[in-house]
């Protein structure tokens, strides 16, 4: 072989597959995620990315593309992703008269809304989080509306936050008028519709049941809290199920089944000769779910479009539509083409801790679903009964340490919880609940027998998980745990993903051994106090502060000696 051949021979990437989705989207999820903390530590992380190349080039691998992706999704986050500090540092009042860059979120005191500066606002960052206090708005908020008043920095604001949203927050300012004007363009009339339809199914929520049934199906199927109280919240938290709260692909998952199943009833009651005409010309088995697009879609913008919801329509519409082109792809990879298109189109959610949550349980199921290469099959009754379990733990395991790290609470029940909490709420109580809104869609009376079952089973959920969260060791408080070790964990928990033929039992001892340590050594009784090494100037150029990274570090490991000026 010539020398020029033997120096590029490493360099040529082999063909690309089906089977490397999913592993190209966790390679860009933990880039991304690792750009946003090179802030703090740039020379640190930017050493760390850059090593698997160099070795892999030293030893003459094949697969540099992997390693090429994550060099510039790790770069491509420090251009994609904010800059601002969390805290913003605005001490005066700022007028603003900007439009909503994606739907707002109801809170129990307000609305927080998320602005985008077009240049016309030069005191404030290019994006930026809005709180509305309720008192301030006559009406409804919706996406498309623009928005005109005086933003002030909150007097306290919160400490900085590793796995947070790192968009400034602002305060609407009371002292100031504010503007609302709606636009009429035809994205903005459709959102307004669906959302004056879903603030419809909330009253007729609040009218038809109880308090506590209303209020828990309004979580479970409209993804609103507001007429949950606070203990409710608290206790599907302390009990380990506060996903059912908001709609993810579960929730996407079970509708859709509700829905096709609809469907086909109604395809029964078709005249015979036109029956088998549609099945001659179109496959029902790929049709079907087609079908049900139009639907999913309208209900994901009707419940304001959460990035949960967002992710799981996705998938589910590339999953269709691919299987309508005769093209079947395994739950792997129609999970790692959604999340690359996902966080392509909005590497923010890379920073969204909801997101990051929805994404670790969906890895754990893709680690649970794996074989290893020397194990024996156990017999099919055995395994059919160990895969919930399995799953759930695979799940528990790889979003206990980003909980811990962000709330220092853990919940060693959370896997039990799951097996009981779960099926009686998403498996029953949600058909039974979207079945009552669709009569009520189409003007129907309430029936007395959807409507009284719904009362007993959501007493029957909410009974059961306020005594699940008084259980013993239910929820543990914890000290902050080691930041370093917790970013040690995802860092291995990538190579394993990434390495497609290891399974959970082989994964499983060495992950919990480092969530373990970083229970064992935590860094601080509270949140330590970063500030950004690398920043941007008034000309928005790049200026890095090698002092202030060798504090941040100190920060994280109080051990460290790196300077005698520190």
């Not at 030293?58 to 800059?83: D, E, K, M, V, Y």
């Not at 990051?356 to 199921?365: E, I």
Request: glycine share 6%; proline share 9%; aromatic share 6%.
């Amino acid at each position: 072989m010539s020398p020029v051949r033997e120096i590029l021979t490493p360099l040529v990437p082999r063909p690309l597959t089906v089977k490397d989705l999913f592993p190209a989207s966790v390679i860009l999820a933990g880039g991304l995620f690792l750009s946003s903390l090179a802030r703090d530590f740039p020379l640190l992380l930017g050493a760390l990315v850059s090593a698997p190349l160099i070795v892999s080039l030293l030893s003459g691998s094949r697969h540099l593309l992997p390693l090429l992706l994550w060099i510039l999704s790790f770069f491509g986050g420090l251009l994609a992703l904010p800059a601002e500090n969390a805290n913003p540092p605005l001490l005066t009042p700022a007028f603003f008269s900007l439009c909503l860059a994606e739907p707002p979120r109801s809170t129990t005191h307000g609305t927080l809304a998320s602005l985008k500066n077009d240049g016309s606002s030069p005191d404030l960052p290019s994006s930026f989080r809005l709180f509305i206090p309720s008192d301030r708005l006559t009406g409804t908020l919706e996406t498309g509306d623009c928005l005109s008043g005086v933003a002030i920095a909150p007097s306290h604001p919160s400490p900085p936050d590793l796995f947070g949203d790192s968009r400034p927050f602002y305060i609407l300012s009371e002292s100031f008028p504010m503007a609302v004007t709606r636009t009429l363009s035809p994205r903005g009339d459709l959102l307004r519709r669906l959302h004056h339809r879903q603030a419809e199914l909330l009253t007729h929520l609040l009218s038809t049941f109880p308090r506590e049934t209303a209020g828990l199906l309004s979580a479970l199927l409209l993804s609103d809290t507001r007429f949950m109280t606070r203990e409710e919240r608290e206790d599907f938290t302390m009990a380990g199920v506060s996903h059912l709260l908001s709609v993810s692909g579960e929730h996407m998952t079970l509708l859709a089944f509700f829905f096709g199943g609809l469907v086909l009833l109604s395809l029964r009651l078709l005249p015979l000769p036109l029956l088998r005409r549609l099945l001659i010309h179109l496959p029902l088995g790929r049709l079907l779910p087609l079908t049900l697009l139009p639907l999913l879609l309208a209900y994901t913008l009707m419940i304001g479009a959460p990035e949960a919801a967002d992710r799981a329509f996705l998938g589910f519409a590339l999953a269709v539509i691919l299987r309508f082109a005769f093209v079947d792809l395994d739950f792997p990879a129609i999970l790692g083409l959604s999340t690359i298109l996902m966080l392509l189109l909005f590497p923010r959610l890379s920073l969204s801790l909801s997101f990051l949550l929805s994404l670790l349980a969906l890895w754990g199921l893709v680690l649970s679903g794996r074989k290893g290469a020397h194990t024996s099959h156990p017999l099919k009754t055995r395994q059919r009964t160990l895969t919930p379990l399995m799953a759930g733990a695979a799940v528990t395991l790889l979003t206990a340490p980003l909980i811990a790290a962000v709330f220092r609470t853990i919940n060693p029940e959370g896997l039990a919880d799951n097996l009981i909490v779960v099926p009686l709420a998403g498996d029953i109580l949600l058909p039974f609940g979207a079945g009552e809104l669709l009569l009520h869609l189409f003007h129907l009376p309430p029936v007395a027998l959807i409507t009284l079952p719904l009362t007993s089973l959501s007493h029957a959920v909410l009974g059961l998980v306020h005594g699940l969260a008084r259980l013993p060791g239910a929820s543990l408080s914890l000290a902050s745990p080691n930041p370093l070790l917790i970013a040690i964990f995802y860092l291995v928990t990538a190579g394993i993903l990434v390495r497609t033929k290891t399974s959970l039992k082989e994964a499983s001892l060495p992950l919990l051994a480092i969530f373990l340590l970083a229970l064992a050594v935590p860094s601080h009784r509270h949140a330590p106090s970063l500030h950004p090494a690398l920043t941007r100037d008034i000309h928005a150029k790049l200026r890095y502060d090698p002092k202030q990274e060798r504090r941040n570090i100190v920060s994280l490991l109080p051990g460290a000696r790196l300077g005698k000026d520190e």
